[in-house]
Antibody, heavy 124, light 110 residues
Framework: QLQLQESGPGLVKPSETLSLTCTVS??????????WGWVRQPPGKGLEWVGR???????YYNPSLKSRVTISVDTSKNQFFLSLNSVTAADTAVYYC????????????????WGQGTTVTVSS | QSVLTQPPSASGTPGQRVTISCSGS????????VNWYQQLPGTAPKLLIY???HRPSGVPDRFSGSKSGTSASLAISGLQSEDEADYYC???????????FGGGTKLTVL
């Protein structure tokens, strides 16, 4: 059974870079039907899609975060990564990694496997 | 301000049928499929409905989805106390080239 697990610092200082890792177990990240994405949720608020990556390295980012976000992948370690620079208190959130599925018809099937989430607080 | 619009709250009594709406545009719901997520308190979201009206394995058939034009709906029949959760719609947006979520609907079982 596929599992995703986020890891990284729980506290980041303002203006610094937030770095998270998502480790995929129970399956390969090298699949043509899936993207690997990040979603965040500020305290008491809704879900916000951050971006996604294909195992080949192609990426899509939320336009509102694009200037500060980088998502990368290491297929040899079955991991993908989130880097968000110049963070402020507004970046405080629970960060989830998730698998995004596309069906054979090309339609987007959504995020079918999620990590448990990791809380990141931006504070000095 | 979310790209997809949902009512902030909904409620019903056990056994009742409730619906949650999700309104978008020709760039998202009108152009692609809608997915719905259930988020129980303190847990990660769970995919509830994909591609407008399909249920992943393990999701009870009390949950159903529909789409018409630029709007979609989630229906829950035979409401149960364990359905109390936040529900989010989502879709790919061709203009933004990314996934957009609704603001979420908090469902209360009275």
């Amino acid at each position: 059974q596929l599992q995703l697990q986020e890891s990284g610092p729980g506290l980041v200082k303002p203006s610094e870079t937030l770095s998270l890792t998502c480790t995929v177990s129970g399956g390969s990240i090298r699949s043509s039907n899936y993207y690997w994405g990040w979603v965040r949720q500020p305290p008491g608020k809704g879900l916000e899609w951050v971006g996604r990556i294909f195992y080949s390295g192609s990426t899509y980012y939320n336009p509102s975060l694009k200037s500060r976000v980088t998502i990368s992948v290491d297929t040899s370690k079955n991991q993908f990564f989130l880097s968000l620079n110049s963070v402020t208190a507004a970046d405080t959130a629970v960060y989830y990694c998730a698998r995004e599925e596309y069906g054979s018809s090309g339609y987007y099937h959504g995020m079918d496997v999620w990590g448990q989430g990791t809380t990141v607080t931006v504070s000095s | 301000q979310s790209v997809l619009t949902q009512p902030p709250s909904a409620s019903g009594t056990p056994g009742q049928r409730v619906t949650i709406s999700c309104s978008g545009s020709s760039a998202n719901i009108g152009a692609d499929t809608v997915n719905w997520y259930q988020q129980l308190p303190g847990t990660a979201p769970k995919l509830l409905i994909y591609t407008n009206n399909h249920r992943p394995s393990g999701v009870p058939d009390r949950f159903s989805g529909s789409k018409s034009g630029t709007s979609a709906s989630l229906a829950i029949s035979g409401l149960q106390s364990e359905d109390e959760a936040d529900y989010y719609c989502a879709a790919w947006d061709d203009s933004l080239n990314g996934v957009v979520f609704g603001g979420g609907t908090k469902l209360t079982v009275l």
